[in-house]
Protein backbone atom coordinates (compact mmCIF):
# COMPACT_ATOMS: atom_id res chain seq x y z
CA UNK A 1 0.00 0.00 0.00
CA UNK A 2 1.23 3.19 -0.65
CA UNK A 3 1.24 6.37 1.52
CA UNK A 4 -0.03 9.62 -0.14
CA UNK A 5 1.83 12.31 2.44
CA UNK A 6 -0.43 15.77 1.03
CA UNK A 7 -3.67 13.21 1.35
CA UNK A 8 -3.04 12.70 4.78
CA UNK A 9 -1.86 16.25 5.32
CA UNK A 10 -4.94 17.98 4.07
CA UNK A 11 -7.18 14.85 5.69
CA UNK A 12 -4.79 15.66 9.02
CA UNK A 13 -5.22 19.75 8.56
CA UNK A 14 -9.13 18.95 7.91
CA UNK A 15 -10.24 17.14 11.09
CA UNK A 16 -8.02 19.92 13.07
CA UNK A 17 -9.84 23.21 11.61
CA UNK A 18 -13.08 21.38 12.01
CA UNK A 19 -11.78 20.60 15.78
CA UNK A 20 -10.93 23.81 16.39
CA UNK A 21 -14.16 24.96 14.48
CA UNK A 22 -16.04 23.42 16.63
CA UNK A 23 -14.22 24.42 20.29
CA UNK A 24 -14.63 28.06 19.43
CA UNK A 25 -18.31 27.78 18.82
CA UNK A 26 -18.58 26.59 21.90
CA UNK A 27 -21.89 27.98 23.97
CA UNK A 28 -21.11 31.85 25.15
CA UNK A 29 -21.50 32.01 29.20
CA UNK A 30 -24.10 34.27 30.57
CA UNK A 31 -23.23 36.30 33.43
CA UNK A 32 -25.33 37.62 36.26
CA UNK A 33 -26.35 41.40 36.10
CA UNK A 34 -25.75 43.66 38.88
CA UNK A 35 -29.28 44.41 39.89
CA UNK A 36 -30.37 46.86 42.53
CA UNK A 37 -30.38 45.58 45.71
CA UNK A 38 -31.95 47.49 48.43
CA UNK A 39 -29.97 47.49 51.72
CA UNK A 40 -33.34 48.06 53.92
CA UNK A 41 -35.58 45.30 52.58
CA UNK A 42 -32.41 43.09 50.61
CA UNK A 43 -34.81 42.70 47.63
CA UNK A 44 -34.57 43.79 43.96
CA UNK A 45 -35.27 47.07 43.71
CA UNK A 46 -34.97 49.97 41.25
CA UNK A 47 -35.46 53.17 43.03
CA UNK A 48 -34.64 56.91 42.97
CA UNK A 49 -36.01 60.73 43.85
CA UNK A 50 -35.70 63.30 40.96
CA UNK A 51 -35.86 66.71 41.03
CA UNK A 52 -37.89 68.74 38.59
CA UNK A 53 -37.62 72.33 40.05
CA UNK A 54 -40.44 74.45 39.96
CA UNK A 55 -43.19 71.72 38.90
CA UNK A 56 -46.36 71.19 41.05
CA UNK A 57 -47.15 68.02 42.35
CA UNK A 58 -50.41 68.38 40.55
CA UNK A 59 -48.89 68.47 37.60
CA UNK A 60 -46.23 65.78 37.75
CA UNK A 61 -49.27 64.01 38.88
CA UNK A 62 -50.92 64.97 35.53
CA UNK A 63 -47.28 63.92 34.14
CA UNK A 64 -47.33 60.56 36.07
CA UNK A 65 -50.68 59.48 34.61
CA UNK A 66 -49.77 60.37 31.10
CA UNK A 67 -47.25 57.58 32.15
CA UNK A 68 -49.22 55.11 32.84
CA UNK A 69 -51.42 55.24 30.01
CA UNK A 70 -48.85 55.50 27.52
CA UNK A 71 -46.75 52.93 28.47
CA UNK A 72 -49.24 50.10 29.17
CA UNK A 73 -51.87 48.65 26.91
CA UNK A 74 -54.95 48.79 29.69
CA UNK A 75 -53.14 51.13 32.29
CA UNK A 76 -56.67 51.20 34.44
CA UNK A 77 -55.72 47.28 34.89
CA UNK A 78 -52.18 48.17 35.98
CA UNK A 79 -53.08 51.15 38.57
CA UNK A 80 -54.47 49.76 41.58
CA UNK A 81 -54.87 53.11 43.17
CA UNK A 82 -54.30 56.71 42.47
CA UNK A 83 -54.38 59.59 44.72
CA UNK A 84 -53.67 63.26 43.86
CA UNK A 85 -54.03 64.58 47.14
CA UNK A 86 -51.02 62.47 48.69
CA UNK A 87 -49.55 62.49 45.18
CA UNK A 88 -49.06 58.15 44.63
CA UNK A 89 -50.13 56.18 42.22
CA UNK A 90 -49.76 51.95 42.70
CA UNK A 91 -49.61 49.88 39.90
CA UNK A 92 -49.05 46.10 39.66
CA UNK A 93 -47.75 44.67 35.80
CA UNK A 94 -46.29 42.19 34.58
CA UNK A 95 -43.93 40.63 31.13
CA UNK A 96 -42.57 37.89 30.11
CA UNK A 97 -39.16 36.46 29.37
CA UNK A 98 -37.68 34.10 26.00
CA UNK A 99 -35.48 31.65 26.35
CA UNK A 100 -33.90 29.95 23.31
CA UNK A 101 -34.65 26.12 22.99
CA UNK A 102 -31.67 23.90 21.69
CA UNK A 103 -33.10 23.47 18.25
CA UNK A 104 -32.74 27.83 17.86
CA UNK A 105 -36.66 28.43 18.08
CA UNK A 106 -37.28 31.05 20.92
CA UNK A 107 -40.06 30.09 23.40
CA UNK A 108 -41.70 31.92 26.30
CA UNK A 109 -39.85 31.42 29.80
CA UNK A 110 -40.94 33.12 32.80
CA UNK A 111 -43.80 35.97 33.91
CA UNK A 112 -42.36 38.95 35.86
CA UNK A 113 -44.45 40.39 37.73
CA UNK A 114 -43.57 43.68 39.72
CA UNK A 115 -45.16 46.53 41.86
CA UNK A 116 -44.38 50.39 39.87
CA UNK A 117 -45.16 53.03 42.13
CA UNK A 118 -44.90 57.04 41.68
CA UNK A 119 -44.66 59.82 44.67
CA UNK A 120 -44.69 63.15 43.56
CA UNK A 121 -44.32 65.95 45.53
CA UNK A 122 -43.97 69.86 44.68
CA UNK A 123 -40.71 70.39 42.72
CA UNK A 124 -39.64 66.41 43.23
CA UNK A 125 -40.80 62.57 42.10
CA UNK A 126 -39.82 58.83 43.36
CA UNK A 127 -40.09 56.08 41.67
CA UNK A 128 -40.25 52.46 42.99
CA UNK A 129 -40.16 49.41 40.71
CA UNK A 130 -39.97 46.23 43.28
CA UNK A 131 -41.83 43.32 44.51
CA UNK A 132 -40.06 41.31 41.54
CA UNK A 133 -41.30 38.29 41.49
CA UNK A 134 -41.36 35.03 39.13
CA UNK A 135 -44.49 33.50 38.44
CA UNK A 136 -44.28 29.66 39.12
CA UNK A 137 -47.16 27.27 41.11
CA UNK A 138 -46.84 30.07 43.65
CA UNK A 139 -44.74 33.25 43.52
CA UNK A 140 -41.06 33.24 43.72
CA UNK A 141 -39.15 36.16 44.65
CA UNK A 142 -36.76 36.67 41.57
CA UNK A 143 -33.72 36.71 43.74
CA UNK A 144 -34.39 32.72 43.94
CA UNK A 145 -32.52 33.13 40.33
CA UNK A 146 -29.34 34.52 41.70
CA UNK A 147 -27.59 30.99 42.90
CA UNK A 148 -24.19 30.16 41.36
CA UNK A 149 -24.86 26.57 41.93
CA UNK A 150 -28.70 26.14 40.06
CA UNK A 151 -28.91 23.38 37.68
CA UNK A 152 -30.66 25.86 35.27
CA UNK A 153 -28.03 28.67 36.12
CA UNK A 154 -27.85 30.13 32.51
CA UNK A 155 -31.76 29.97 31.51
CA UNK A 156 -31.79 31.66 34.98
CA UNK A 157 -29.63 34.28 34.74
CA UNK A 158 -30.79 34.93 31.15
CA UNK A 159 -34.33 35.98 32.71
CA UNK A 160 -32.21 37.82 34.92
CA UNK A 161 -30.76 40.27 32.31
CA UNK A 162 -33.94 39.74 30.50
CA UNK A 163 -35.29 41.68 33.43
CA UNK A 164 -32.98 43.99 34.02
CA UNK A 165 -32.67 44.91 30.77
CA UNK A 166 -36.63 45.37 31.09
CA UNK A 167 -36.61 47.37 34.09
CA UNK A 168 -33.63 49.72 33.10
CA UNK A 169 -35.66 50.83 30.19
CA UNK A 170 -38.63 51.24 31.96
CA UNK A 171 -36.92 53.87 34.27
CA UNK A 172 -36.19 55.87 30.82
CA UNK A 173 -39.44 55.82 30.12
CA UNK A 174 -40.90 57.25 33.34
CA UNK A 175 -38.09 59.71 33.61
CA UNK A 176 -38.96 60.62 29.83
CA UNK A 177 -42.54 61.01 30.46
CA UNK A 178 -42.01 63.09 33.85
CA UNK A 179 -40.09 65.36 31.62
CA UNK A 180 -43.11 66.29 29.28
CA UNK A 181 -45.58 69.19 30.19
CA UNK A 182 -48.94 66.98 31.00
CA UNK A 183 -50.87 68.98 28.31
CA UNK A 184 -49.84 70.56 24.94
CA UNK A 185 -50.76 74.28 24.91
CA UNK A 186 -51.77 75.71 21.94
CA UNK A 187 -49.78 78.65 20.63
CA UNK A 188 -51.98 82.13 20.51
CA UNK A 189 -50.29 82.83 17.43
CA UNK A 190 -52.18 83.56 14.80
Do not use: C
Not at 14 to 28: A, M, N, P
Not at 41 to 50: D, G, H, L, P, Q
Not at 138 to 159: A, C, M, N, Q, V
Amino acid sequence: MKFNLPKALGLTMIISILGFTGYSQKKTEITKPEMPISNDTKIVSYTSVIELTGISKDELFLRAQNFYKSNYKNSSQVIQSADAATGKIEGKAQFTTEKILKNGVKAQADMIKYSINLMLKDGKYKYEITNINIQAASYKPIETYFSETDPLRDEHWGTLNQADEYFNNLVGLIKEAMEKPSSVTKSEDW
